[in-house]
């Protein structure tokens, strides 16, 4: 064990939903929290980089400042204080997860519960459905989790350590508990299982590639008016009809870009007119042209 090994965070927040938005509203009942490396200063991890050193193998993960639960007496030592996240059945609760390490990417599940993610980086994203996301070193996601188990026992919420040697690395894992008010006893048994790709990134990739915002609705009624530096407002929606969605279907006048600009429309620039109505303004202006023009004369 590297004596100047860093610990990892994983900090969340959970949150109750009370509207047919789900992310709406929320009770915030979970401290945000991060963790400090072992107590050693910042400025010797710096050193050790710029002097080309290797970290070493993190001494844990930790879930909001707390150590894992014992879910494994061989590996977790008695009298670790750990997390525990209380929620009520029927409820769906918004989860922030932050990856607040300083240089291993971490997997993150919680045992029988689907993620729905919804935002990442502080912008909505397409909702999409998860057993386990990678999470980076920096990187932030919003799930929405809707409990919606038997509640027989507590479940597992696991951060575990992404492209190592797991045999190695088995005791560098997360583990904080989700308690149902009307559990029926502790967690136990194995902890969910890790995507089983141990030195293959393309899964974690793929799962990275996947997320995307769902824009469409940016305007073009005043295109032609348009200036460099003006604001557009967008409004992201779920195409998939998840949550509160509000919008109509996409406008004729809408802009495609990217992989997506052979289904543009010829558009008509703001302002612009038919010949004929053209025509008619002109005819308009020169006859009261005139008539001014004969007023003066008259005087």
Same mark, same amino acid.
């Given at each position: 064990?590297?004596?100047?090994?860093?610990?990892?965070?994983?900090?969340?927040?959970?949150?109750?939903?009370?509207?047919?938005?789900?992310?709406?509203?929320?009770?915030?009942?979970?401290?945000?929290?991060?963790?400090?490396?072992?107590?050693?200063?910042?400025?010797?991890?710096?050193?050790?980089?710029?002097?080309?050193?290797?970290? +070493?193998?993190?001494?844990?993960?930790?879930? /909001?400042? !707390? #150590?894992?639960?014992?879910?494994?007496?061989?590996?977790? *030592?008695?009298?670790?204080?750990?997390?525990?996240?209380?929620?009520?059945?029927?409820?769906?609760y918004r989860f922030r997860v932050h990856n607040v390490g300083v240089s291993t990417s971490l997997n993150f599940r919680i045992q029988n519960h689907n993620l729905a993610l919804v935002e990442t980086?502080?912008?909505?994203t397409m909702k999409q459905n998860f057993t386990n996301l990678d999470i980076h070193v920096g990187?932030?996601?919003?799930?929405?989790?809707t409990m919606d188990q038997n509640a027989s026992s507590d479940y597992y919420i696991v951060?575990?350590?992404?492209?190592?040697?797991?045999?190695?690395?088995?005791?560098?894992? +997360?583990?904080?508990?989700?308690?149902?008010? /009307?559990? !029926? #006893?502790?967690?136990?048994?194995?902890?969910?299982?890790? *995507?089983?790709?141990?030195?293959?990134?393309?899964?974690?990739m793929n799962q990275a590639r996947s997320i995307s915002p769902g824009f469409w609705n940016v305007r073009t009624e005043n295109l032609d008016t348009w200036y460099l530096g003006q604001e557009t407002y967008i409004r992201v929606v779920d195409p998939n009809g998840g949550y509160n969605v509000t919008e109509v279907v996409a406008p004729d006048n809408m802009l495609y870009c990217g992989l997506l600009k052979d289904k543009q429309k010829a558009q008509k620039p703001h302002g612009s007119s038919s010949s004929a109505a053209a025509a008619k303004l002109n005819n308009y202006l020169l006859a009261v042209l005139v008539s001014l023009l004969a007023l003066a004369l008259g005087h």
């Open positions: 064990m590297a004596a100047l090994a860093p610990l990892l965070a994983v900090a969340f927040l959970a949150a109750a939903a009370h509207a047919a938005d789900p992310f709406a509203f929320f009770d915030w009942d979970v401290t945000y929290m991060t963790a400090s490396p072992l107590g050693v200063p910042q400025q010797h991890l710096r050193k050790m980089l710029d002097d080309g050193k290797e970290l +070493g193998m993190p001494d844990g993960v930790l879930m /909001n400042g !707390k #150590g894992p639960y014992r879910y494994n007496d061989s590996l977790v *030592p008695a009298g670790i204080e750990y997390e525990t996240i209380r929620v009520e059945p029927g409820k769906t980086e502080g912008s909505y990187q932030s996601y919003s799930f929405l989790v951060a575990s350590a992404r492209f190592v040697n797991e045999s190695l690395w088995t005791r560098v894992t +997360g583990v904080a508990i989700l308690q149902y008010s /009307n559990s !029926k #006893g502790k967690a136990s048994g194995p902890l969910p299982d890790p *995507p089983n790709d141990e030195y293959d990134k393309t899964f974690s």
